[in-house]
């Protein structure tokens, strides 16, 4: 059933004031005026100066929380705020609409009281629209420029992508993952940090549950694409794991799956088919070891890449079968390197999987010649990564899951800084922490039809 979604403020209360040692928490409240700040408000008293007030936040997804000290003068009536701002200029960062966390606050007065107050669940809505959802324990599809029909459409789409990672993986979403639609770049820039490139068309945050993608309502097969290639992302990086397992999976074959399963049959399209099917005929593949950490960044070959990469997939189904091939992201999952994961999984390093590959296609082996550096990514049909926001820092990017675990009430860590969010499309998917963006390049077509106008 299509629900509507709140568009407006979220203030969260405690219900009565809370007591403990002496001190007394009047209210501690959350406020949500997203796309500009999210804000964390304390009215505490106490009948000696209170000295300390330290706010936690944790991010559902993420395995530790942000601690912050937000300035006010010790009194024994005391009413500090910490204003997070989410375009990133001063504390906090970006994070993304559908975030959900718990804040709380530890305090100490004068007299050697002290007192953590409950802890608080909140939801980060976007306040842009108003907004339609379609939900099941897996997925929350969030519009509010589609039709009934149409938002079922993606909805059905997005849960056969998410079943097929599952059944033929052994890749499952542990959490529910929100995906918000817009019917327009313009729409979608409102929602997201300053700075984007002109062609993205969509970002996932899988660290934080949340996708974001164009979904114009002419043309909803488009859509549809971006975001089942997006929740690819999400469901894989999910069963690889953030740390080593993100860092050694390589991009040829983060892009591939993802590319693999932007339609229901699983077919390549536009631009990737026509540029693998040159390559193939002229003998003039890319290396997998040259696009194992990044993409070429001009169009041709960026194109080139993404082909690749489903061609490898197709190969590795066809050839080695889904349990070896759901062995293999375990195998990523512990850490390994590209050669050691493959050899564990398929009994061959890179360069023998390659040749095999090639053979496959009617090519010669592919003499084994030294890695090649892949200068910093470009924007084409890409997907780039943001990461884990905390206080006035910078951002990063790839979507990458992080379990999360109870964060200990009061920690000697610092508290985590905020993914640096570079303009989306910064970098290629899997390259960064955080967030993958997915850009077209110019003229590349990516789809089976036309690419139309930019908004």
């Not at 675990?405 to 922490?433: K, N, R, V, Y």
Request: proline share 7%; net charge negative.
């Amino acid at each position: 059933m299509i629900m509507l979604a709140t568009a407006s403020l979220l203030f969260i209360l405690t219900p009565r004031a809370f007591a403990q040692s002496g001190i007394t928490v009047n209210a501690a409240t959350f406020t949500n005026n997203f796309p500009q700040s999210m804000t964390f408000s304390l009215d505490a008293k106490s009948s000696a100066a209170i000295q300390t007030a330290t706010l936690f936040v944790h991010f559902s997804g993420l395995s530790s929380s942000g601690r912050y000290s937000p300035p006010f003068e010790p009194a024994t009536n005391i009413t500090p705020k910490y204003v997070w701002d989410l375009h990133g200029g001063g504390n906090g960062g970006y994070v993304p609409p559908g975030l959900r966390g718990e804040f709380w606050w530890h305090l100490e007065d004068a007299a050697g009281n002290k007192l953590d107050t409950p802890k608080q669940a909140f939801f980060l809505d976007d306040l842009n629209h108003k907004w339609k959802k379609l939900e099941n324990a897996k997925l929350a599809i969030y519009s509010y420029q589609l039709d009934d029909a149409s938002a079922k459409k993606v909805f059905d789409a997005e849960n056969a992508a998410v079943d097929f990672l599952e059944k033929d993986l052994g890749a499952t979403l542990t959490r529910q993952f929100q995906v918000w639609t817009y019917a327009s770049r313009s729409d979608m820039f409102r929602s997201l940090p300053p700075n984007q490139s002109p062609g993205l068309l969509g970002v996932n945050y899988f660290q934080y549950g949340a996708v974001l993608a164009v979904v114009d309502p002419s043309d909803v097969n488009d859509g549809i694409e971006t975001t089942r290639h997006e929740l690819t992302h999400a469901v894989v990086h999910e069963k690889v794991g953030t740390g080593l397992g993100s860092s050694s999976f390589p991009t040829w074959l983060d892009e591939g799956l993802a590319t693999y399963n932007m339609t229901s049959d699983h077919s390549l399209i536009g631009g990737y088919n026509v540029r693998l099917k040159q390559a193939i005929a002229s003998n003039t593949l890319i290396p997998l070891r040259t696009i194992s950490s990044g993409f070429p960044p001009d169009p041709e070959s960026y194109l080139l890449a993404y082909g690749e990469g489903w061609s490898t997939v197709g190969f590795i189904f066809k050839h080695f079968g889904k349990e070896k091939f759901s062995k293999l992201l375990d195998v990523f999952n512990q850490g390994a390197t590209y050669d050691d994961s493959l050899m564990q999984a398929f009994g061959v390093n890179l360069d023998g999987f390659e040749n095999l590959w090639r053979k496959d296609l009617g090519l010669p082996d592919k003499p084994v010649a030294a890695a090649t550096k892949v200068p910093g990514a470009v924007p084409t049909f890409a997907f780039s990564t943001a990461e884990t926001p905390v206080p006035a820092g910078a951002a990063t990017a790839t979507p990458q899951t992080v379990a999360a675990q109870e964060t200990p009430h009061l920690s000697d860590q610092p508290a985590p800084t905020p993914p640096a969010q570079s303009g989306g499309g910064g970098g290629i998917c899997g390259g960064l922490f955080g967030g993958i963006a997915l850009v077209l390049f110019g003229g590349a077509q990516r789809r089976r039809r036309s690419v139309k106008r930019a908004s």
